[in-house]
């Protein structure tokens, strides 16, 4: 692929995600109920609660990776509400349910993302998105041979590539190590400058990052 | 950190972008960039791991050589010819390339997908797989089969034709076999139920247009219009498959 000009800033300057009455059932069982809510750009929410409770159902459904049962979730730009499809544009998601292909090394993935998401295929850009994540000593490697850690960097380096103005972590600090919780930190404050953010976990520093939680209780409410 | 430029947009972005013939073009450029990266990851990753490959020549070179002992000093009629090759076609097939999907899934790889890439590249590059893996198995598999069976092969045009549409037709039906059973979880029983309807009249038809074309008796135009066949058949799969697949690719 032979780069082109960037077209300018790519992402509305406002981003809003809003939640009404939102829940979510597998087979007859509630595991989200009633979530309401509105976040807007520059913000960055924590979702928390026991193991059970619903955290990462909610955070794919704000993905569009899962349809709520009840409720809905709209997410609009510049005033203009986004349809299902186009939200995904709009959105990188870390989570430990996130896959790697154990087979690619780290610069593919990279590359493999990029070419996804209609990102020149610039070497220089893939080894910087490896730089900001730490994993720019070892670019060649293959994920297989990756420790856990370094599976969650990559993680944040896929997610991240097209500047999302929404970004979904989901227990963010699983695995890292010390500069690793340095590197989620920069992330989050990227993002607040860049829309929305919403960190779901239960650890205390990872709910350190929100500048407000939402609770859920273990019936999901 | 050094910012990507943008280079195209994604399918995903269809409604936002205004509707102009250039735009349109973009957004049609995107689509085909997006099912490439598919296709380009996945050649990789079997390049690497060999996984599929290995089960479809291990499958083919087997079955071939029991053929070959079974075969002994004897020579095959072509109708019986012709249904043994696609009986192990269809078997290698099923056996390598009904995975590609379910892969995506077992991994934890396809909701990565779902977010960067629309479900009809998704599906175009997975169906591109599937034809290439399965073209280098024909390729080792016909002319093995046609020297252990010491089939006539009248013209060798013909055969490669109705061959080409068999692939087709087989690759088109593997891969939207294993679109609609990667999320199910009795997936075993599924395949079978799911991939009878769908492969046997193509079966069939291959099997009728590969007698057709290594007969000496068929007529001159009779492997023409298998051919024909077969590749409207797989066009045919394609097409129910870009309908479908997105709607079960999105279903939780």
Known sequence: MDPLPAPGPPYPSDVVVELTGVGKRFDRKWVVKDITGRLTSGSVLGIAGPNGSGKSTLVKMIATLLHPDRGSISISADGRPLDWHERRRYIGWVSPDTGLYRALTGAEHVRFFARLHGLADNPEAVLSALDGVGLHARPGLIVGAYSSGMAQRLRYACATLHQPPILLLDEPHMALDAEGLRMVRRVVEQQRRRGVCIVAGNRDDELALADSVLRIGSDGA | ?252
């Not at chain 2, 994604?10 to 936002?16: D, F, K, L, M, P």
């Not at chain 2, 029991?66 to 076609?89: D, I, Q, Y």
């Not at chain 2, 077992?106 to 997975?126: D, F, M, N, V």
């Not at chain 2, 009728?208 to 290594?214: E, G, N, S």
Request: one cysteine or more; hydrophobic letters at 60%; charged letters at 10%.
């Open chain 2, 1 to 252: 950190m050094t910012s990507w430029p943008s280079l195209t947009r994604c399918c995903g972005s269809v409604r936002t972008v205004p509707e102009s013939p250039a735009d349109r073009a973009l957004v049609s450029v995107g689509w085909m960039d997006q099912a490439l990266a598919v296709y380009r990851k996945d050649l990789r990753v079997e390049l690497r791991e060999r996984t599929a490959l290995a089960s479809l020549v291990l499958f083919v070179l087997t079955s071939l050589v029991v053929v070959g002992f079974a075969l002994t000093g004897g020579v095959m009629e072509p109708g019986v010819a012709a249904s043994l090759l696609w009986v192990v076609m269809f078997f290698a097939t099923f056996a390598g390339l009904g995975h590609t999907f379910v892969a995506e899934e077992e991994t934890g790889t396809a909701a990565g997908l779902r977010l960067s890439a629309c479900p009809e590249a998704i599906l175009a590059g997975k169906l591109m797989m599937n034809l290439t893996l399965l073209a280098v198995v024909a390729v080792v598999a016909v002319p093995l089969f046609v020297a252990i069976a010491k089939l006539p092969v009248p013209a060798v045009g013909r055969l490669i034709a109705v061959v080409a549409g068999g692939v087709c037709g087989l690759a088109s039906a593997a891969t939207v076999i294993g679109a609609l059973v990667a999320k199910a979880r009795a997936r075993g029983v599924l395949f079978g139920a799911i991939g009878f309807p769908i492969v046997l009249p193509l079966l069939m038809m291959t099997a009728v247009a590969t007698r057709h074309a290594i007969s000496p008796l068929a007529g001159d135009w009779m492997w023409l219009r298998d051919a024909g066949g077969l590749f409207s058949y797989a066009t045919m799969l394609v097409a129910a498959s870009v309908l479908v697949f997105p709607i079960i690719w999105e279903s939780n």
